[in-house]
């Protein structure tokens, strides 16, 4: 499959050493442009002490990212609530970090049982927003909001001091939600989120909608699905950063409160 560029001997037959293969060079890698990143791939094969290897060195190459997609649904669909979804996007994830291989003659197994990544030094925002964008009216049946992500391993952090301020790893949805009522035999639509200061006729704006992200990990070769259920007591929290910089909650709500009580 591949060949050193120099050559390397045996050493003794009691001599202990390891052989590593990859994919990628070493170093720092970056996740922040997506339409990059395919997969970074490990081998790690320790010999043991006084084996011959005859018939060659076993490498099983192992993932060593993480697969992110999120998908919602509308559970009060039935129940006279509208939820449109224009965008979707993951914040201040970690996006850039360093791959560390085994040190040689190490005795990391073929498993990769460890993440051989560092925290990342470098966070990105992992969004599908389009302004043009036609937008997905939720049912009760779950759809993906945000295709696959190919992620640094990591554990999430955001405590509710950055989930207000827009810091922190979180998740948020560019979302238009709407009730439907009959009152003396008509139905009437309004707008629930974001506001519309009193604007009955206003059905059509957008304002995001945040889900804290904080506490969550990522593993090396594993893909993780986040659902969100949006329900009639329940849209996630005022978005700090919203596109049009406007604050979208009434009733005194400030971002990272919840848009609904």
Not at 94 to 116: F, I, K
Request: glycine content about 8%; proline content about 4%.
């Amino acid at each position: 499959l591949f060949r050193s560029k120099v050559s390397i001997w045996w050493k003794n037959k009691n001599a202990k050493s390891s052989f590593t293969a990859y994919n990628q060079a070493e170093g720092s890698f970056s996740t922040a442009n997506q339409d990059l990143v395919k997969d970074v791939m490990v081998a790690a094969a320790p010999l043991k002490s006084g084996g011959d290897y005859k018939n060659g060195v076993p490498l099983t190459f192992r993932h060593t990212l993480s697969q992110v997609v999120v998908k919602a649904y509308n559970a009060a669909a039935d129940n006279g609530i509208t939820i449109k979804v224009k965008a979707a996007r993951l914040r201040n994830i970690g996006s850039t970090s360093t791959l560390s291989l085994p040190a040689a003659g190490s005795d990391t197994s073929d498993e990769l049982g460890y993440n051989p990544w560092a925290v990342p030094s470098v966070t990105s925002d992992f969004s599908n927003y389009d302004a043009t964008a036609e937008a997905t009216t939720l049912s009760t049946a779950t759809v993906a909001v945000l295709n696959t992500q190919v992620m640094i391993p990591q554990t999430l952090a955001c405590n509710s001091d950055q989930f207000a301020s827009g810091e922190g790893a979180y998740l948020s949805l560019l979302i238009n939600v709407q009730e439907t009522t009959t009152v003396d035999g008509e139905e009437q639509t309004s707008q629930i989120y974001p506001d519309t200061d009193g604007n009955a006729t206003v059905t059509t704006t957008y304002a995001w909608a945040a889900v804290n992200l904080d506490g969550y990990e990522w593993e090396p070769g594993k893909k993780y699905t986040i659902t969100l259920k949006f329900a009639k007591d329940g849209y996630g929290s005022v978005d700090a950063e919203q596109t049009d910089g406007k604050t979208p909650a009434k009733d005194g709500k400030n971002s990272g409160d919840p848009i609904v009580d």
